[in-house]
C-alpha cells in the first residue's frame, strides 16, 4: 500500500513530459510486436515515421476471424504481409485459427519455410478443421521441428506430422522431432475426430524444459529419447479404438502411458489428466501386482480431473510411485468426453465401492515424509463428484503426517454472482465437515479461498 | 525524497548496491534487485573483475541516462516482482495470476505519458521483464482502437500529405476492420 501511495506521488508531479516519438526505433518495433499484426499495419497511418515500422516487428501474429467463405481472403492477406516484411529476425510466428483445407497447403508450406528462414524461435500453428478427414491434413515437414532457430513449438489441432524422407518398418510414419534449440513442445491434437494417425513420434530435445501432450492422439505413439533437462510435463492426451480392436489396444494405450511415465521419472512436476489417469487404473488393476511402477523423483503432481470412479487406482499408482512427493494439486475440471469406454466384464471383474476405497488403502511414503501442501481448485459443495473429491481429502489429511497446508479454491462462476443463502449455507456445511476431518500433520492448515 | 530508507527485502541476501541516477538522487537496492538490471550487472561484474577486493557498499554505479523518477518506480516494480516469484516457485501458473493482477494495479497509478520514460529507463538498464511489460501495457492500450484515437493518446500529428494517407490505406484496405468504439 504504502508502495502504491509512494509512486502515485511521484507520477502526478510530471505532465505531459514524454511522447511515443522519443522512443527509438527497435523499442517501437517490440511494442508492435505486442498487437496482432493486422493492428501493427494500422499503426502505419498514425503518421510518417510509422508507415512501415511494422515491418521490422519481432513477432507476427494472424488470427483468422473471418467467416469460413473468406479463408482465402485470410491466406492471401497473410501471405501479403510476409512478402512485405522486412526484418532478418523472427522471434515469433503465430497462425491461429486457420480453417485448413487441402487448397491452402502451398500457403501454409510458404508461411512454414518463411518463418524458418527467418530463424523463428516462437513458432505457433494452429490449422483448425472439423469437416476435414485426417489424410487432408496439413503435412507438417519434418525438417520444421529440428530447426535450429527454434525454442518454442506449439502444434494445434488437425495436424499430421510428416516424415517425407522416411517411412519405418510395417509402413509407420515416424517423425523425429531432434532439436537441442527447443525448450518448449505442445501438441494439441484437438478434438472429436477421427484418425488413422499411426504415426511414432520420437522427440529427443536435450534442452526441451517443458512438454505438453494433449487432445486426440488417435493411435499415435510417442518416444521420448532425450529429454533429460525437462522440468515439467503434461499429460492430457487421449488415444482412440475400435470396438473390435479394444482387447489389443486395451494393452497398446497401457504400453503408450507406461513408456512415456517410464521416460518422465526425472521430471519434477507432472500434469495428467483423466483419459491418461483411467489408462493407469486399468495398468495398476492388472499389472501392479506382478510389477510396480518404477519410483520417479516428482515434487509436484497435478491431476486434472473431476475425480472419477476409475481415476481412483491410477492415482493411487501415482502416489505410490512418488515417494519424493511435495505438492499435489487436484484441478476439477470436468472430464465427461475424455473418459476411458472399460468393457463391461472388466468393470464386472474389478468392481469396486468407491465409497471404501480410500478406507482400504493404507499410506504411501511420499504422505509420510514429503507431502506438505495440497491445493483443490474448482471446489464446489454441490456436485456429482463431490463424495469421491471428499473422500480424497479425507484420506490426504487422515495420512499426511507433515501437511502443513491444504488449500481449497472454490469454483468461481463466470458470471460473479454472489451466493444464494442455501448456496452459501451448503458450502459452510461441505467445509464444517472437512475441518472436522483427522488430521495426522498437527501443523496442517485447511484455508477456503 | 525516502529512497534511503528502502525496507529490507527478507527474501534476498542483506548486500547493497549505490545507483545514482543523472539528477544525482542516489538509491541504495538490494543487490537482488540491482542484478535484474543487466546494465548494472555488468558494471558490478566488470568492477569485481577488475578489483576483486572492493567491497560491495562502497560501489557507486552511475546511471547517467536515467532520472530518478522512473528508477523509483522501476525498483519498486522489481521488488514485487522477485517477491511474487519468491512467493510461487513452483507454480508458474500461480506466479502468472499474481503477476498479472499485480501489473493491472500498478498500470492505474501510471500516466500514459510516464509509459515513455520508463519504457526508456527499462531499455537502458536492460530490465527485459519490465521492458516487456511497458511495451505490452502500450501495445494493450491501443489495441482495437482508431488511428485517430491512438494520435491523440501519443500525442502525434498526421504529416500525410493529402492523398498519402488514402493510398497507403489502399495498400492494406483488409486489415482496416474490427475496431472498437472510442
Given at each position: ?32 510486436s ?68 487441402p ?21 505457433y ?15 507438417l ?6 530447426h ?8 494445434r ?15 509407420k ?10 525448450q518448449?513442445l ?9 484418425s ?11 534442452n ?8 486426440f ?11 533429460s ?15 473390435y480392436?479394444?482387447?489389443?489396444c ?18 519434477p ?6 483419459w491418461?489417469?483411467?489408462?493407469l ?5 492388472l ?84 507431502l506438505?501442501?495440497?491445493?483443490i ?5 454441490k ?16 495420512h ?18 454472489t451466493?444464494?443463502?442455501v ?25 477456503f479461498? | ?10 527474501t ?18 538490494e543487490?537482488?534487485v540491482a ?5 548494472v ?30 528508477l ?13 516469484k519468491?512467493?510461487?516457485a ?23 505519458q ?15 521483464e519490465a ?7 502500450v ?14 493518446f501519443?500525442?502525434l ?23 472498437d468504439?472510442?
Amino acid at each position: 500500500m504504502e508502495e502504491r501511495s509512494n509512486s502515485n506521488c511521484v507520477c502526478t508531479k510530471r505532465h505531459n513530459l514524454d511522447r511515443i516519438s522519443d522512443l527509438p526505433d527497435s523499442i517501437l518495433h517490440h511494442i508492435l510486436s505486442f498487437l496482432p499484426t493486422e493492428e501493427a499495419i494500422e499503426a502505419s497511418y498514425l503518421s510518417k515515421r510509422w508507415n512501415w515500422l511494422w515491418t521490422f516487428a519481432s513477432g507476427l501474429s494472424f488470427y483468422d476471424h473471418q467467416d469460413s467463405e473468406h479463408v482465402i481472403d485470410f491466406a492471401v492477406y497473410v501471405c501479403k504481409t510476409l512478402h512485405l516484411y522486412r526484418s532478418h529476425k523472427l522471434d515469433k510466428f503465430h497462425i491461429t485459427d486457420f480453417r485448413y483445407t487441402p487448397r491452402f497447403e502451398c500457403y501454409v508450406d510458404y508461411w512454414v519455410d518463411f518463418a524458418t528462414a527467418h530463424n523463428v524461435e516462437n513458432l505457433y500453428l494452429e490449422l483448425g478443421n472439423t469437416e476435414i478427414l485426417d489424410y487432408d491434413y496439413y503435412k507438417l515437414s519434418q525438417s520444421l521441428c529440428t530447426h535450429s532457430s527454434l525454442k518454442t513449438l506449439a502444434l494445434r489441432c488437425y495436424l499430421r506430422l510428416y516424415n517425407f524422407e522416411f517411412q519405418g518398418k510395417e509402413g509407420k510414419n515416424v517423425v523425429t522431432i531432434n532439436s537441442t534449440s527447443l525448450q518448449k513442445l505442445e501438441l494439441d491434437g484437438g478434438k472429436d475426430l477421427w484418425s488413422e494417425d499411426f504415426s511414432v513420434v520420437v522427440i529427443s530435445a536435450p534442452n526441451l524444459r517443458s512438454l505438453s501432450i494433449s487432445g486426440f492422439m488417435y493411435r499415435r505413439r510417442f518416444r521420448l529419447k532425450n529429454v533429460s533437462s525437462l522440468v515439467e510435463a503434461k499429460l492430457c492426451f487421449e488415444r482412440t479404438m475400435t470396438d473390435y480392436e479394444r482387447e489389443s489396444c486395451y494393452s497398446k494405450n497401457r504400453s503408450v502411458l507406461t513408456k512415456l511415465l517410464e521416460s518422465l521419472l526425472h521430471v519434477p512436476k507432472i500434469t495428467i489428466s483423466t483419459w491418461c489417469l483411467q489408462v493407469l487404473s486399468l495398468l495398476t488393476i492388472l499389472e501392479v501386482t506382478t510389477l510396480p511402477s518404477p519410483l520417479a523423483e516428482r515434487k509436484c503432481l497435478v491431476l486434472d480431473t473431476e475425480l472419477n470412479k476409475w481415476d481412483l487406482p491410477g492415482i493411487t499408482n501415482l502416489l505410490q510411485s512418488s515417494p519424493d512427493l511435495e505438492k499435489l494439486v487436484v484441478n476439477l475440471v470436468p472430464s465427461c468426453n475424455s473418459k476411458l469406454e472399460f468393457k463391461p466384464e472388466f468393470v464386472n471383474d474389478y468392481n469396486f465401492d468407491h465409497e471404501e476405497f480410500w478406507k482400504s488403502k493404507s499410506t504411501f511414503e511420499c504422505l509420510s515424509l514429503h507431502l506438505k501442501t495440497v491445493e483443490i481448485v474448482g471446489f464446489k459443495a454441490k456436485c456429482f463428484g463431490l463424495s469421491f473429491v471428499l473422500g480424497f481429502v479425507q484420506f490426504l489429511l487422515k495420512h499426511a503426517r507433515v501437511l502443513e497446508k491444504m488449500v481449497i479454491y472454490e469454483k468461481r462462476e463466470a458470471t460473479n454472482q454472489t451466493p444464494t443463502l442455501v448456496e452459501a449455507h451448503e458450502f459452510l456445511q461441505v467445509t464444517q465437515l472437512i475441518l472436522s476431518y483427522q488430521k495426522s500433520s498437527p501443523n496442517a492448515v485447511v484455508m477456503f479461498i | 525524497m525516502s529512497n534511503q530508507s528502502e525496507s529490507p527485502n527478507p527474501t534476498s541476501s542483506s548486500n547493497k548496491i549505490t545507483l545514482k541516477t543523472s539528477d544525482n538522487e542516489v538509491f541504495e537496492v538490494e543487490e537482488a534487485v540491482a542484478m535484474k538490471f543487466c546494465t548494472v550487472k555488468q558494471y558490478f561484474d566488470d568492477e569485481n573483475n577488475n578489483n576483486v577486493t572492493s567491497g560491495t557498499s562502497t560501489t557507486l554505479i552511475p546511471l547517467p541516462n536515467v532520472e530518478s523518477h522512473p528508477l523509483a518506480i522501476l525498483i519498486t516494480y522489481c521488488k514485487k516482482h522477485l517477491e511474487i516469484k519468491a512467493n510461487n516457485a513452483d507454480n508458474k501458473k500461480e506466479m502468472e495470476i499474481d503477476m498479472e493482477h499485480y501489473e493491472r494495479e500498478f498500470l492505474k497509478n501510471v500516466m500514459p505519458q510516464e509509459l515513455t520514460e520508463l519504457i526508456l529507463a527499462a531499455n537502458y538498464l536492460n530490465f527485459k521483464e519490465a521492458l516487456d511489460f511497458f511495451c505490452r501495457a502500450v501495445a494493450s492500450a491501443i489495441q482495437n482502437k482508431s488511428v485517430e484515437y491512438v494520435r491523440k493518446f501519443f500525442g502525434l500529428e498526421s504529416d500525410f500529405k493529402p492523398g498519402e494517407e488514402e493510398k497507403l490505406r489502399e495498400e492494406f484496405a483488409w486489415s482496416f476492420e474490427g475496431v472498437d468504439e472510442d
